[in-house]
């Protein structure tokens, strides 16, 4: 067993939840921590800027008044996702709020920075960044991260095209620190193969958008129980970087899902002028054929962790444990 540090030691289930552009929020954080898994959100989620700070309080507040109701089931820690992008005018103050409230974990992502691995570490915060293969996962460490998130092929948004197995297994040649996979995991079953694999988290993000506490609209979670992985498109038109893409939003879109033009990478924006890109245009993972309704996280949660127990079951059972 690897030793974590105490923020992700402090996880019950072995699941982060991936921080949603536009959807996250306070209210899904909150429910994700207090069901078992790592709530996230992006900071940039919060606009305008200054309701950064309010809806950190809220959820600081709301996790405390939850463990100190409940101190035999503690929340798992929550997440907070920082755009590292020249185009991220907010890092700095998203920065400041994030050590001003000691946010337990910090994800970063499109890019690494010496100093914002300063500023978590300043008051013990854990750095996960996201990569996409093995050369910025070196880079990222090299800069400072504690851990790394191994977004393999199949994520939701913006995601690789390296298969799970061949990315955990370069990454794990050198690293043995906090590592999660995402690509496809929808199941309790596929959260004990991230774990087999190699990782220590799985990390989940489009069966999260079919919950009640996701601020996405009714259409787009109706949309996510009624499709499967042939209904995913793999593009980089909509902000410059590849990424996975529900068809019939591209197609209501007035696009043709099958012959969508390549995007200038060297354009790519990550602050406020994709909102609405994101808005019309829904970000979704190969993994949505185990969604088959729209529940509270709550719910979903419990059954990851009915499957997760099947799963070990069956596993000990086959080996003969």
């Not at 755009?83 to 994800?107: T, W």
Request: proline share 5%.
């Amino acid at each position: 067993m690897r030793c974590l540090p105490a923020a992700l030691n402090a996880v019950p289930f072995p699941v982060i939840g991936s921080p949603l552009f536009i959807i996250s929020n306070p209210k899904l954080v909150i429910a994700q921590c207090i069901s078992g898994v790592v709530g996230a959100m992006p900071a940039l989620n919060a606009r305008p800027a200054e309701q950064l700070q309010d809806w950190l309080i809220e959820i600081t507040e709301a996790l405390a008044t939850h463990n100190a109701a409940h101190p035999d089931q503690l929340a798992a820690p929550f997440a907070i996702n920082q755009i590292v992008h020249k185009s991220n005018e907010r890092l700095d103050h998203d920065m400041a709020l994030c050590v001003k409230y000691q946010v337990p974990i910090i994800i970063t992502s499109l890019g690494a920075r010496e100093d914002v691995n300063a500023a978590a570490h300043s008051y013990g915060g854990v750095v996960l960044h996201d990569v996409i293969n093995n050369r910025h996962a070196h880079k990222a460490i090299e800069k400072g991260a504690d851990g790394l998130i191994a977004v393999a092929a199949g994520a939701g948004g913006h995601a690789g095209v390296k298969s799970p197995f061949a990315l955990v297994q370069e990454i794990r040649q050198w690293f043995d620190g906090p590592l999660a996979l995402s690509g496809s995991i929808a199941t309790g079953g596929a959260v004990l193969a991230a774990q087999a694999m190699g990782a220590d988290f799985a990390y989940i993000g489009s069966a999260f958008i079919a919950t009640h506490e996701a601020r996405a609209s009714d259409a787009y979670k109706q949309a996510i129980v009624d499709s499967n992985s042939d209904d995913i498109v793999y593009s980089n038109l909509f902000t410059g970087v590849h990424g996975n893409y529900l068809a019939p939003s591209i197609r209501a879109a007035g696009l043709d899902p099958d012959h969508l033009p390549q995007s200038d990478p060297s354009k790519m924006n990550f602050g406020g002028d994709r909102t609405k890109a994101w808005k019309d245009i829904w970000g979704c993972g190969q993994g949505i054929g185990a969604v088959t309704q729209v529940q509270s996280t709550a719910e979903l949660v419990t059954r990851l962790k009915a499957q997760y127990a099947a799963a070990r079951a069956r596993l000990c059972h086959v080996v003969g444990i």
